[in-house]
């Protein structure tokens, strides 16, 4: 079942029990604000992505029929839920904002391979950040990548094979300069 996700908790909402779903809000919100963000690029969107998603599985939980899903279908509804701020707010996609919390820089080479990444994952369509995302940072399979967004596994597979393929360009962009050396090591 999805995460520890109690499927008592998750039947009992389904019969309009609202603390049961401000239960399932609490414990689910941060993730799918974070899957949001993964995928959008914006925090303002994730949130109202998310927030959205909530208020949609409220209104089709009782709809769910097998609470052991509960946590693929979240995702799904997520998504879909991206997609619709996506649509409605295209101008602020090409934003860039980080993967990360903002760390310490260790020296230039893994900061200008974040950056080079974040470039290429923001020039991703959102299918492909969707696939990308519930796949490696949220850990699911293909197969549940694949039914979370409602595509079929093969759809999944080229979609995350795509998107990998052009994250490796990105990261290796600029990969020639970085091969010269600096000015303070020449001669």
């Known amino acids: 079942n999805g995460r520890g996700m109690d499927p008592r908790l998750v039947e009992r909402a389904q019969r309009g029990d609202e603390a049961a779903f401000a239960a399932i809000t609490q414990a689910n919100h ?35 029929r097998d609470v052991d899903r509960f946590e693929a279908w979240s ?5 879909h839920a991206c997609y619709r701020e996506s649509k409605r707010h295209r101008r602020w996609l090409g934003q860039l ?29 959102i299918d492909h950040r969707a696939v990308v995302v ?13 039914a979370a967004l409602g595509i079929s596994f093969g759809t999944a597979k080229s979609r995350l094979h795509r998107a990998m393929a052009k994250l490796r360009v990105a990261l290796h962009a600029d990969s020639p300069a970085t091969d010269k050396p600096r000015p303070e090591s020449a001669p």
């Not at 604000?33 to 993964?38: D, L, P, S």
């Not at 893994?110 to 991703?124: I, K, M, S, T």
């Open 134 to 146: 519930l796949h490696y940072y949220l850990d699911l399979t293909i197969e549940d990548t694949a």
């Open 30 to 64: 941060v993730r799918l604000k974070q899957t949001a963000y993964r995928i959008l690029r914006d925090r303002h969107l994730a949130e109202d992505a998310a927030q959205g998603a909530l208020v949609e599985m409220w209104r089709s939980l009782p709809k769910l």
């Open 97 to 125: 904002q980080s993967l990360s919390e903002p760390t310490a820089p260790d020296g230039t080479g893994p900061v200008n391979d974040r950056d080079q990444l974040e470039r290429g994952f923001a020039d991703l369509s």
């Open 75 to 79: 995702y799904r509804i997520l998504v």
